[in-house]
């Protein structure tokens, strides 16, 4: 009965690092969703998966931002070459299906110094 | 975003009143809104959603009504409680250019004791 799990939940990188950061969705949710939450502000998407399929990457603010999800189960989100307008919480969210209840993580807080 | 607009910004209510928070989406092909809240430092959660086909869903205190013409819905939550005091927000999944969601860019609510 596990939720969504995200790791690290912390992350400070030095600006130019590669950082990776991972998300567990709840067991047999088809539907991955990752956004970027700035201080005060609502979640803003970045990207969608059903099963493995990347369905849609047009939130991905550059095209240092990378994201996959393989085997339809765990996701990952790459962020190359950190700059520090990239400092925000990544939050990750699974559902059932795209229009269903989405289920967030706690969210990677990401400093970029 | 833009595809989704929320106001007020922040709101705040004697305990005991009602809170109206109301948002406007831009994608007539919009079918699902939900409604999420999120305390300080924790994740976003579900808390009422609505699909295109009703205009209007009831959970206890908290209602969610939907205007498909004008492309507006807001939440409604009644008989305010201190525990209510949270950031709200609203999204609405994009579907006639993908498979978006947006959410509003949040509403502060203070229920005053």
């Known amino acids: 009965g596990a939720g969504v799990s995200q790791s690290p939940r912390y992350k400070v990188a030095k600006r130019g690092q590669d950082v990776a950061l991972r998300c567990d969705p709840i067991s047999g949710h088809v539907s991955l969703f990752w956004y970027q939450q700035a201080l005060g502000q609502g979640p803003e998407f970045l990207t969608y998966?059903?099963?493995?399929?990347?369905?849609?990457k047009s939130g991905l603010p550059s095209d240092r931002f990378f994201a996959e999800r393989p085997e339809g189960s765990v996701s990952t989100l790459k962020i190359q070459r950190t700059q520090q307008e990239d400092s925000a919480v990544y939050l990750c969210?699974?559902?059932?299906?795209?229009?269903?209840?989405?289920?967030f993580g706690p969210g990677t807080r990401l400093t970029v110094l | 975003g833009e595809n989704v607009e929320q106001h007020p910004s922040t709101l705040s209510v004697q305990e005991g009143d009602s809170a109206v928070i109301k948002c406007t989406y831009s994608d007539s092909a919009s079918n699902y809104f939900p409604w999420y809240k999120q305390e300080l430092g924790k994740r976003p959660q579900l808390i009422i959603d609505?699909?295109?086909?009703?205009g209007e869903k009831k959970d206890q205190r908290i209602a969610v009504t939907l205007n498909k013409t004008a492309k507006h819905f807001s939440l409604h939550i009644t008989e305010t409680q201190p525990e209510d005091s949270a950031v709200y927000f609203c999204?609405?999944?994009?579907?006639?250019?993908?498979?978006?969601?947006?959410f509003g860019t949040g509403t502060s609510l203070t229920v005053i004791p």
């Open positions: 999204a609405a999944i994009l579907r006639s250019t993908g498979n978006q969601f947006y």
């Open positions: 998966f059903q099963n493995e399929a990347q369905l849609d």
């Open positions: 609505i699909r295109s086909n009703v």
């Open positions: 969210a699974s559902s059932l299906s795209l229009a269903t209840e989405q289920f």
